[in-house]
């Protein structure tokens, strides 16, 4: 029964891996289209957002199958209601890179008045909170799961600056202010997927200790 219960806890793991790739793959590709105004690249994202959710349905499956005719002991109750937990927060991760996608494509036609540097710090550092993230799961690692709070500070102090130079472009011109607030909601989009990247983490360190852990969410 126990080795049955193992191969299970594999699956699962192996399936958050894949949910994770996707959804990296879904914040690159969103800023991929952005950052070249490719209105296919755009659309495809938003299209492949139906797949990451139906990896949330297989994944929550998985999980209810474990609980249900199984008998999972404490530390596995709490691995597995994580992994519940923490395939809500991917899915709207997949969300958010689609709503970016369809910024893009409401942008397509006009000349961007802002450079992408920061935005494309944001990209990366978030990709990366999230790749951390399911690898802390995987290996059941504290550390790893703790290091995803310090890349937050670094997404937020991104947004802040990006906000701030769209106020300013405004200011200079009325002209610049429909594209800059979609660029400010385009950062804003990052920065909420950071958030959900520090609540996977959160999950991670909630199944291995059995609670959650204070940390600057500032």
Not at 52 to 66: G, H, M, P, S, W
Not at 152 to 168: G, Q, R
């Amino acid at each position: 029964m126990r080795n049955s219960f193992d191969m299970q806890l594999r699956k699962l793991n192996n399936e958050l891996i894949e949910m994770g790739s996707l959804i990296e793959t879904a914040i690159a590709r969103a800023y991929k289209g952005l950052i070249n105004q490719n209105i296919e690249i755009a659309k495809e994202n938003v299209e492949c957002d139906r797949e990451i959710d139906q990896k949330e349905k297989e994944v929550e499956n998985i999980c209810l199958k474990l609980l249900l005719q199984q008998q999972p002991v404490a530390s596995d109750l709490r691995l597995i209601s994580s992994a519940i937990k923490m395939i809500t927060d991917m899915e709207r991760i997949g969300d958010q890179a689609a709503d970016i996608s369809e910024l893009t494509i409401l942008m397509s036609k006009t000349q961007y008045i802002k450079r992408f540097d920061h935005i494309e710090q944001m990209a990366k550092a978030t990709i990366e909170m999230v790749t951390t993230s399911v690898d802390a799961f995987v290996k059941r690692d504290l550390e790893l799961a703790r290091s995803v709070f310090a890349r937050d500070d670094i997404v937020d102090n991104l947004f802040v600056t990006i906000k701030n130079d769209l106020i300013e472009l405004i200011r200079e011109d009325v002209n610049n202010g429909e594209q800059a607030i979609d660029l400010i909601m385009v950062a804003k989009y990052f920065e909420r997927i950071g958030d959900h990247a520090v609540n996977l983490a959160d999950w991670v360190i909630f199944s291995i200790v059995g609670h959650h852990e204070e940390h600057d969410s500032n």
